[in-house]
């Protein structure tokens, strides 16, 4: 079984920072991509950014580019989202996903498992 948890969210003022944290488990969870992407409400759930697990190769959203950075630590299976001068628009719960793909995709149909998300607010 693959489970994937999320942590590090919480209500922060504009201009601040969070790290999120996904740790993955699970026998087979080994996946060369993963992502975070997010859901605000009443909207679709959208790419956030993503990483190759061997090489660190990353991709981002023009949304966060510049803002956002996505890292991984494969000893500990976890991957983190840095989001640095948050804006009242990156509020949204935030979701880690394993992907299916061997490059990074920016949608979620590529993603085959999912965490239980993790609420970002964001106070202007």
């Known amino acids: 079984q693959v489970q994937l948890v999320e942590s590090g969210g919480g209500l922060v003022q504009a201009g601040g920072s969070l790290r999120l944290s996904c740790v993955a488990s699970g026998r087979t969870f080994i996946s060369e991509i993963m992502g975070w992407f997010r859901q605000a409400p009443g909207k679709e759930r959208e790419f956030v950014a993503g990483?190759?697990?061997?090489?660190?190769?990353?991709a981002y959203a023009d949304s966060v580019q510049g803002r956002f950075t996505i890292s991984r630590d494969n000893a500990k299976n976890t991957v983190y989202l840095q989001m640095n001068s948050l804006k009242p628009e990156d509020t949204a719960v935030y979701y880690c996903?394993?992907?299916?793909?061997?490059?990074?995709?920016?949608?979620?149909?590529?993603?085959?498992?999912w965490g239980q998300g993790t609420q970002v607010t964001v106070s202007s």
């Open positions: 990483i190759v697990r061997s090489n660190g190769y990353t």
């Open positions: 996903g394993r992907s299916t793909t061997l490059s990074i995709s920016r949608s979620q149909g590529s993603y085959d498992y």
